[in-house]
């Protein structure tokens, strides 16, 4: 569960609702009071972008090599993977860029495809109720060097260790 920003234009800041959990690079918009919430492709929605932080008591947001629940880096264990706490306000980025994610839903994926948001606030090629893209598939989901060494990543000639499959998208909200 986590998003690795390639390139970005806009990293913006906006509050966060208090009574959601939110992963790093599920698709978010911004509810009536102004504050980031899960956007689920509902009738007129209109999605901010994706999430650049974690809002989570048990899940953390970071690229992991291992099945750890607290990912490859740990930023503040007080904050029980809440990168929010603090400031109460969560990173969007939006406005286009290149991202890896594996924040999406399972199905085949070709390069090109139009993404759209899922009911669950992940990226889906298969639009739900709102027909807005989000991005383009840019790499189908697979393994993701890490740049550790080791020897679990395809192909193995690589040397690197896996931090999972991700889908590498362009994004264009």
Same mark, same amino acid.
């Given at each position: 569960?986590?998003?690795?920003?390639?390139?970005?234009?806009?990293?913006?800041?906006f509050?966060?609702?208090?009574?959601?959990?939110?992963?790093?690079?599920?698709?978010?918009?911004?509810?009536?009071n102004?504050?980031? =919430?899960?956007?689920?492709? /509902? #009738? *007129?929605?209109?999605?901010l @972008?994706?999430?650049?932080d974690?809002? $989570?008591?048990s =899940?953390?947001?970071l690229? /992991? #090599? *291992?099945?750890s629940s607290? @990912?490859?880096?740990?930023?503040?264990? $007080?904050?029980t993977?809440?990168?929010?706490?603090?400031?109460?306000?969560m990173?969007?980025?939006?406005?286009?860029?290149?991202?890896?994610?594996?924040?999406?839903?399972a199905?085949?994926?070709?390069?090109?495809d139009?993404?759209?948001?899922?009911a669950?606030?992940?990226?889906?090629?298969?639009?739900?109720?709102?027909?807005?893209?989000?991005?383009?598939?840019t790499?189908?989901?697979?393994?993701?060097?890490s740049g550790?060494?080791?020897?679990?990543?395809?192909?193995?000639?690589?040397g690197?260790?896996?931090?999972?499959?991700?889908?590498?998208?362009?994004?264009?909200?």
């Open positions: 569960m986590a998003l690795i920003p390639k390139y970005h234009l806009v990293a913006a800041h509050s966060v609702t208090a009574h959601q959990e939110i992963i790093a690079g599920m698709v978010v918009k911004l509810d009536v102004g504050s980031v =919430v899960i956007a689920d492709g /509902s #009738t *007129n929605e209109v999605a @972008g994706l999430a650049g974690t809002k $989570s008591t =899940v953390s947001g690229p /992991s #090599t *291992n099945a607290q @990912g490859a880096f740990v930023n503040r264990v $007080s904050d993977f809440d990168e929010t706490k603090a400031s109460g306000r990173t969007v980025y939006h406005s286009g860029g290149e991202f890896a994610t594996n924040e999406y839903e199905g085949t994926y070709a390069i090109n139009p993404l759209y948001v899922s669950n606030g992940k990226l889906t090629k298969t639009p739900n109720i709102s027909t807005q893209i989000i991005g383009y598939v790499q189908v989901p697979g393994p993701y060097d550790v060494p080791g020897l679990d990543t395809l192909p193995p000639e690589s690197s260790m896996s931090l999972g499959n991700y889908l590498e998208l362009k994004l264009v909200i």
